[in-house]
Structures are given as C-alpha cells and as structure tokens.
C-alpha cells in the first residue's frame, strides 16, 4: 500500500529524515515509534506532501507521490490526522463531519455518519455541539472521523494517544482495532509504547530520522536494548 525508499526531508538546512525507507502492507496496521523529535510527525507530512523530501521516492499502491500538492495526495486516498487536530471550532459535529465527505474509492471501506456514531458513541452524544466546545480527546475523536468521512485507502494518525485522558486512549485503541477489523491500511506515530502494542502488527522505530527497527513487537521484546536505546526516557 505504502513505500518509502531513501527519502530525504529538510527544514530549511536541517536533514531530518536521512534515507529513510520502509513499507507499509494493504490493511496493516504499523506503529512508528521514537522520542520527541526523532522524525515522527516530519515522517508523516511527507507522506502526505505538507513537507516537500529533496530526494527519495514515496508511492501509494504503487503511484508516486513526491512532487504532488497535498490536496491531490489526499484525493488519491490518504487521511491525514495532525497532532494538533485543527477541527472547525466554531462548526458543529455534524457539520465537521459534512467538511470531510469525499466519494467513496475503490477498495476503501465506505464511512457514513451513522457508522462513525456507532464508532465513537462521544461524537453522537454531542452531535450538535460545536468544536470548541468539546474536551481534547472529543476532538480528537472527531478529527478522526472527519478524515475518515474522505473514505481513505490509508489512514494516518499522528500521535493520537497523546494529551488525552486514559479513558479515551482505551476509546481509540477500540476504534483503531474497528478500523483494522474493516480492512483499512493504519499508520501511527507514538511514543506509547503499550498504546501501540495494543493496536499495531508491527513496529518501526526512528531515531534521528533514520530507522533503527523494522519488525514484529515479539522482536522488539526480544531486543531491549533495541527499546531502551531508542524509546526510553
């Protein structure tokens, strides 16, 4: 579904990703780990084209990315969900929700209000309470459903355990798990190491925007001085 191969991403004369290459399989779900500024979220807006690699190659099912404008990546089937979630604030749930309607895409499950409400109950609760309104992990709830209102063939989630109460991780640990049950492609960027555990097949750990680790999370139990070298504080 996704590739990378010996990508490099700059910001201004900062190298960050440094011949970074791995792939991602149709209706796998991969977790990319590493501290603070290993690479992660820069990783991801590559992916999506918000930050331009200076050389490598990024395809999805085979279809070359780079040098494309973001709009046209996400129309070609990725859902991107930043860390800083940017929903609508003054718009309603619902309304949040009709922003991100796109036409269904072969080979992608199919998303409709109704089965976002059955996948995030929170959301049907407050369906018509506007974003600002709503407590960080609400929001992040509904940027996720946003996105997947786009129908994606991937779906990328930026740290999306991060600052929100432990009841709601367990919420999106459910939905993530739903989202792996319908066959969608997932990739995560985490510092959870038992959040991504939980809802991943696989393992990718950076540090210093190249790869450290490729594998399954037996291996990396296996290795932990692969885990304390690169994911502990």
Do not use: C
């Not at 059955?118 to 959301?123: D, G, K, Q, R, S």
């Not at 739903?178 to 540090?207: C, P, W, Y």
């Amino acid at each position: 579904m996704l590739e990378l191969r010996d990508v490099n991403s700059f910001y201004g004369k900062a190298h960050i990703l440094q011949d970074l290459s791995f792939s991602v399989g149709r209706g796998e779900v991969v977790a990319l780990l590493g501290r603070n500024g290993a690479g992660k979220s820069t990783t991801m807006k590559s992916i999506i084209q918000i930050v331009r690699p200076r050389t490598g190659s990024v395809t999805l099912a085979g279809r070359e990315l780079v040098g494309q404008p973001s709009y046209r990546v996400a129309r070609a089937g990725i859902g991107y969900v930043p860390e800083d979630r940017r929903i609508f604030t003054a718009l309603t749930v619902l309304e949040n929700l009709e922003v991100g309607r796109q036409p269904r895409r072969d080979g992608a499950p199919v998303w409709t209000v109704d089965a976002l409400f059955e996948l995030f109950p929170n959301l049907y609760e407050r369906r018509n309470r506007l974003g600002k309104a709503m407590s960080g992990g609400e929001q992040q709830m509904l940027t996720i459903a946003r996105t997947l209102m786009g129908n994606p063939s991937l779906l990328l989630l930026d740290e999306p355990s991060e600052g929100i109460a432990p009841v709601i991780v367990e919420q999106m640990a459910h939905a993530i798990l739903r989202l792996k049950a319908q066959g969608l492609t997932v990739m995560i960027s985490e510092q959870n190491l038992h959040f991504a555990r939980v809802v991943a097949d696989r393992a990718i750990i950076i540090e210093s925007g190249a790869k450290k680790f490729d594998g399954s999370f037996e291996e990396l139990a296996a290795k932990p001085e692969i885990r304390d070298a690169y994911l502990a504080v």
